[in-house]
């Protein structure tokens, strides 16, 4: 049972133009939810997160919105830059729990020049 | 927040074989954790390991396949034993992140077993 989705695999943008990642959750304990972005041969890195107390939390191009009555969020990058082309991945996890995240299954951007 | 150091970057390794994979953090941490990232999947957690105590192991992951160890609190090693095709995948460990609720990761390990 895939607690966290990301029904999008691909998404390719204009260089310019905003790209829209999105993500959706069927646990309602979740009440933090994060964005990775990855690059080939490394790591995962930190994006943004937002707490469930919020709505709508920005940090300069990056800009993620919580609707938990229909248990989704989306990630939204404007402008879109060629280096923003990477992998990125949707996590949440339930605050003083076990302290794990759950993964969706990630969306390629593709952001062309 | 943490930096994590993970070697090898990449390996190819024969069926049947074991390979084992380090972590270390440039401080100490309670806890450290174990990622599978199978082509086109998600990240799924093997095990969370805690120093001086057995590693906490989820569904579908077992110490004999996975052992792993925390001889101290800045220092991590997966083992992936008698591989197969189907262990081909990306490892990583992390720690929490003090910054926010997430994690840091380490840069992975892309295992290739023929």
């Known amino acids: 049972d895939q607690q966290v989705k990301q029904n999008s695999p691909s998404l390719s943008v204009q260089e310019g133009r905003i790209s829209i990642l999105n993500c959706d959750y069927t646990n309602s304990m979740f009440d933090y939810f994060l964005w990775y972005k990855k690059y080939p041969a490394e790591g995962p890195t930190f994006l943004i997160s937002?707490?469930?107390?919020?709505d709508k939390n920005e940090d300069g191009r990056f800009t993620v919105f919580l609707n938990k009555s229909a248990k989704h969020l989306s990630l939204h990058i404007v402008p879109s830059q060629p280096g923003d082309s990477a992998v990125y991945f949707c996590?949440?996890?339930?605050?003083?729990?076990?302290?794990?995240?759950?993964f969706g299954s990630g969306t390629q951007l593709t952001v062309l020049p | 927040s943490a930096v994590i150091s993970q070697k090898p970057s990449r390996d190819i390794c024969q069926r049947g074989t074991s390979l084992t994979i380090q972590c270390q953090v440039d401080?100490?941490?309670?806890?450290m954790f174990w990622y599978r990232q199978q082509p086109g999947q998600s990240l799924t957690l093997i095990a969370t390991a805690n120093q001086g105590s057995e590693a906490t192991y989820e569904s579908g992951f077992v110490i004999d396949k996975f052992p792993i160890s925390r001889p101290n609190l800045t220092f991590s090693t997966l083992t992936v034993s008698n591989m197969s095709p189907e262990d081909s995948s990306i490892y990583l460990c992390?720690?929490?992140?003090?910054?926010?609720?997430?994690?840091?990761f380490g840069s992975g390990t892309r295992l290739t077993v023929v």
């Open positions: 401080s100490q941490v309670t806890m």
């Open positions: 937002i707490s469930s107390i919020k």
């Open positions: 992390s720690v929490e992140d003090d910054r926010n609720y997430g994690y840091t």
């Open positions: 996590a949440a996890r339930v605050r003083g729990s076990a302290r794990q995240l759950t």
